[in-house]
């Protein structure tokens, strides 16, 4: 084994031992910790910005485009986000212990299930310092033990916010590895998390690109939650009130291109294209976007672009949109499931029966009837912080919060039963 | 790509477009599926009893065990518990389109998670034909399409019971492939299923011996639910009223051995042992259980076999128990921590305190109070059926029935919100 395996399998086993004592911490100790380490990244932020600004500056020298640098970035007003983040976390209900469910049997013993952490779990992420803190403080609040690796070019700053962290824990009476960071800019360290570090690990969560969800979906032995892509779809009908319609079209795809929840296909009801088209057109050129459309649109606006195929597999995350036209709810629910990708999308309709007929057809984590798709978040959501958004089918589905980094055990309470 | 990756990769995609169908079947549809699967076994019961005589012919032939050979051998009485469990399974409450919780938030969105099926769930399972209706009823209650992969000794009875539940579906204008089995005994087949089908399977479940679970567990690309291991422990504690310690004892010791929620270690507390050991042990003893015990207990006891390190790992499933003296509930926790499989374990005491310390401490899908570890079972859960023991930390823990299928979406409904 070599010695980075070895660090790497002693961290899993600190976090693991620490994850037993997280479990049984009381809300109170979470909280201060969570409290704490809000104080002292104030305290400290002199140093995290000066390291940051280095950071940032190898950054520039290496030639790392601006929208990399703006991400890896903090300034006091980020510090101030940070630290509001921790302290929203703070008044967050605690989730463990919570029973979720109770019944009995006809032979008198009682069940019960009860909210216990999920464990160990391992967050890999790309350049945002802020992901630091929000992902450990949002694990550790669940009960959870975790184990951050940051990408390469931050790992002074999140060092540093991680020793906010660590000291947080420390002066609050939980384990010093309650939440630890990975120092090494050895790549193999993300292969040994991605081995689940010899069964300790019980959950990795990725946070970043494509080419990292991917790898982490490809390679993780423990589970993963996550979503690959956001291919989201705003469907309009013909019983749509045209000034939603346009609101939510526009707002969807335009308010922030780059987030997931962001649209990337309108999708039309045949039925009304005359009449729904034009207005749609012009408020979506009006805002900046680039339209390509099917044919069935070109055939009523030759001006337009035309989409490709590969149009409707695409998940922009620029001020692009593609837009087919569709025979009704049950087509746009067709054309979702062949080209969506089961992350968020929307219906517009006055009509609630269509409305309902929609979200039965369209299994996606997050389904929409008369709201912006940029909806799709855990703060909209009202879980108060999320870690991600996942899209597999196991666990957690949509905006990934507190509680869904929360498990359940079986209690079963007897008075001496013996099973005949 | 050879012929059988091709012959796999079609039934992913037809059970992936049945699990559509599936997702909006009615509740009265699948109930009729499953009540004409029950109809059909009825009827076509002497057929699917010469097959099934014939095979198992063929295994004694082979010099399969005797238990072996029990386990895949139908009579009457097992066909007519075949066709119970699926009239049993008729019976449940429909799990799908349930609200399983809503919320408002301050913006006038309102959220629901509803109920909705997993998808696709391959089951891969040994020599039991009773698996291949028990576990495609529930996939198919809970909406799901599923394919069926059992051991080829069995596999001329298997596809008669498979053809009984695909008629059946038919007849209820329900998919023809909702649920579809694998007849090639080509091994690559089961590879197939465990490297997901193309992307189709959305959950992997083996049914078996250890050295099935092990191989699905460790190549399966698609999530499992599962449990490698069942070494389950009683904790006797200081005040534990004597006569439920013995009855608990045996019965979870010996009502069944080769069960997994079997207790295969009994660990009792110092404070008491001399107290506590002589009636418990005599009980053991004339059930026929054979006792291992560690060198505390021999001190008391020198006639006593001494365990091994190993025997506190084992998992016997014969007549046969590993015996420890612990340190209180505290001292049970961790040796079930050290040595436990995180299934079922038990704790006997007229203290309520040290009964919720104990549960709060120990981390196994099922901990119990006063009532025998045999119990850990969907059907003593009150589940209807289930499809098998999950000791993994996400999606569900314990006794996996049909509402354990199920996952969720959610449903946002708004007035024409756009995200400020």
């Known amino acids: 084994m070599t010695g980075l395996a070895k660090t790497m399998n002693a961290m899993g086993a600190a976090a693991k031992e620490a994850a037993r004592a997280m479990g049984a911490a009381t809300a109170s100790a979470k909280n201060a910790a969570l409290e704490n380490a809000a104080k002292n990244?104030?305290?400290?932020?002199?140093?995290?910005?000066?390291?940051?600004?280095?950071?940032?500056?190898?950054?520039k020298a290496a030639d790392k485009t601006g929208a990399f640098v703006d991400r890896m970035a903090l300034d006091d007003a980020r510090i101030d986000g940070v630290c509001k983040a921790l302290r929203d976390i703070v008044k967050l209900d605690d989730p463990i212990g919570k029973p979720l469910r109770n019944w009995t049997q006809p032979n008198g013993l009682s069940f019960e299930r009860i909210a216990v952490p999920i464990g160990v779990v391992a967050v890999i992420y790309e350049s945002r310092p802020n992901v630091t803190v929000d992902a450990a403080a949002i694990a550790l609040k669940a009960g959870n033990a975790v184990i951050l690796r940051g990408g390469s070019e931050c790992i002074g700053t999140n060092s540093a916010l991680h020793a906010c962290l660590r000291d947080g824990c420390v002066a609050a009476g939980l384990p010093e590895t309650a939440a630890q960071f990975?120092?090494?800019?050895?790549?193999?360290?993300?292969?040994?998390l991605l081995g689940g570090l010899n069964g300790a690990v019980d959950l990795v969560i990725p946070r970043g690109g494509k080419s990292l969800v991917a790898r982490v979906q490809s390679d993780a032995r423990a589970p993963v939650l996550s979503h690959l892509d956001g291919v989201c779809h705003v469907y309009v009908d013909?019983?749509?009130?045209?000034?939603?319609?346009?609101?939510?079209?526009?707002?969807?795809?335009?308010?922030?291109?780059?987030?997931?929840?962001a649209a990337e296909t309108l999708l039309i009801d045949k039925a009304a294209i005359d009449r729904l088209w034009p207005p749609i057109a012009n408020a979506l050129k009006e805002s900046g976007c680039e339209l390509r459309v099917d044919d069935h649109i070109r055939a009523i606006d030759s001006d337009a672009k035309a989409a490709s195929e590969e149009d409707f597999y695409t998940e922009y995350l620029d001020a692009v949109i593609s837009v087919a036209a569709v025979d009704g709810a049950a087509g746009a629910a067709a054309h979702i499931a062949k080209y969506g990708s089961g992350h968020t999308d929307a219906i517009v309709t006055e009509n609630d029966e269509t409305a309902r007929a929609f979200i039965a057809a369209v299994d996606s984590a997050?389904?929409?009837?008369?709201?912006?798709?940029?909806?799709?978040?855990?703060?909209?959501f009202g879980l108060g912080a999320e870690i991600g958004i996942a899209t597999g089918r196991l666990h957690a589905r949509g905006p990934v919060g507190v509680e869904e980094l929360t498990t359940y055990k079986n209690v079963v309470r007897g008075a001496g039963q013996i099973r005949p």
Do not use: W, Y
Request: with cysteine; hydrophobic share 40%.
């Open 238 to 261: 013909r019983e749509a009130n045209p000034e939603k319609a346009v609101a939510i079209a526009v707002n969807s795809k335009m308010r922030r291109t780059g987030i997931c929840g």
């Open 366 to 380: 997050i389904v929409l009837h008369n709201a912006s798709t940029q909806f799709a978040d855990g703060g909209e």
């Open 182 to 192: 990975v120092v090494t800019t050895d790549r193999a360290a993300v292969g040994a």
């Open 41 to 59: 990244i104030d305290a400290r932020r002199s140093d995290i910005l000066r390291v940051n600004r280095d950071e940032v500056e190898n950054a």
